[in-house]
């Protein structure tokens, strides 16, 4: 299938799941707020308009990420969010237009400026590979994260990943807040491949990841 018809029908999935999640995406007041906020719904094209695919979800304290894309941390900024809040990343696939945003937002989430200071664990959670991923990706920074150890004096527990690979089922049950994955259809050859439903104080939104 043509990538832009993909494209097109994921950011129409997208939009139905946010629709029809009702008060899944009302603005909630304190813990109670279940909130959805499409951060990137790009392809790999590199349009200075449409960032590449990451989907944030507020349910009461917590914030979950869902894929990674290029132009993440920008949209964090612009929204005024901390990258050391993002309790967690979970990744539909490891195609590099969803994941290539994760050394900025994990290494620039551990700095200590006011938009970043993660003091724990960066937590990430992915089809098989994403572990493996996760620690090449530390073994290619390693000059970075020890540099930034002992010239700025960093908390090393800011830049340590925890990544996890998972399997179908529930993969997040935290303070009220489930995470339920479950296959979608990429590709013969794109295996596997997940969507997510995301629960908490009885409401629900789905977000399918790339599928045909």
């Known amino acids: ?124 959670t992915g089809p098989e590979g994403t572990a493996n991923m996760m620690a090449n990706l530390e073994k290619a920074y390693a000059w970075d994260i020890e540099t930034r150890l002992t010239d700025q004096k960093l908390p090393p527990l800011g830049v340590q990943v925890a990544a996890t690979d998972m399997s179908e089922g529930m993969v997040y049950d935290s303070d009220g807040v489930k995470v339920t994955a479950f296959k979608v259809n990429h590709g013969k050859l794109i295996d596997p491949a997940y969507g997510y439903r995301i629960e908490f104080d009885g409401r629900t939104v789905v977000l399918s990841g790339d599928t045909k």
């Open 1 to 124: 299938m043509n990538r832009r018809i993909v494209a097109a029908a994921l950011v129409c999935l997208f939009a139905l799941a946010l629709a029809g999640a009702g008060p899944a995406a009302a603005q909630d007041s304190g813990e109670k707020k279940f909130e959805v906020t499409l951060l990137g719904t790009g392809t790999p094209f590199p349009s200075i308009n449409r960032f590449g695919p990451a989907i944030l979800v507020r349910a009461g304290g917590k914030y979950l990420l869902f894929d990674c894309g290029r132009g993440v941390t920008q949209r964090l900024f612009q929204i005024k969010l901390p990258f050391g809040k993002i309790d967690h990343l979970f990744l539909t696939h490891l195609h590099s237009d969803h994941v290539v945003g994760i050394p900025d937002l994990w290494l620039s989430g551990w700095l200590g400026a006011p938009w970043a200071r993660r003091r724990a664990p960066f937590a990430v």
